[in-house]
């Protein structure tokens, strides 16, 4: 499951990637708490395409999906694993820079090195107080 941008506006406005929409300063965001909140997610792609926008509130994320049909929002965030995708005529917008690839990579990373520490760890007890070498 991956974060991305969709838009309904993508036809009207010949959008394709996440750069182009950065040259759309007068469309209205509705991105979910989570997405805003995490450094992988609203800071970072802020900062990764030069968004001209403001950090908007954030919605819930079904409420999202009724506020893009009715036309109160313009860009919202999706899991691309989402069948309302399809549902509401979402694009999803390319991540032509590779922001969102670069964070999960991280992320897989990070929580495989978490999962190899921890084991390493645990077997690190149980090995204490058997050393037999002379110090």
């Known amino acids: 499951m991956r974060s991305r ?3 309904t506006r993508a036809g009207a406005l010949g959008l394709r990637t996440l750069s182009e929409l950065a040259r759309h300063p007068g469309l209205k965001l509705g ?6 909140g995490r ?3 609203w800071p970072g792609l802020k900062a990764a395409y030069r968004m001209p926008y403001a950090t908007p509130s954030g919605l819930d994320h079904g409420l999202a999906y009724e506020a893009i049909a009715a036309g109160r929002i313009d860009v919202m965030d999706v899991y691309t694993t989402d069948a ?3 549902r509401y005529k979402l ?3 390319e991540d032509d820079r590779a922001f969102f690839r670069a ?4 992320s897989s990373i990070g929580s495989t090195c ?3 520490f921890r084991k390493r760890g645990a077997r690190s007890k149980r090995l204490e107080g058997r050393s037999t070498s002379a110090a």
């Open 39 to 41: 450094g992988d997610g």
């Open 84 to 86: 309302k995708i399809e």
């Open 31 to 36: 991105l979910s708490q989570e997405f805003i």
């Open 114 to 116: 978490r999962s190899v």
């Open 5 to 7: 941008c969709a838009t």
């Open 103 to 106: 964070t999960t990579r991280c």
């Open 91 to 93: 694009r999803v917008l």
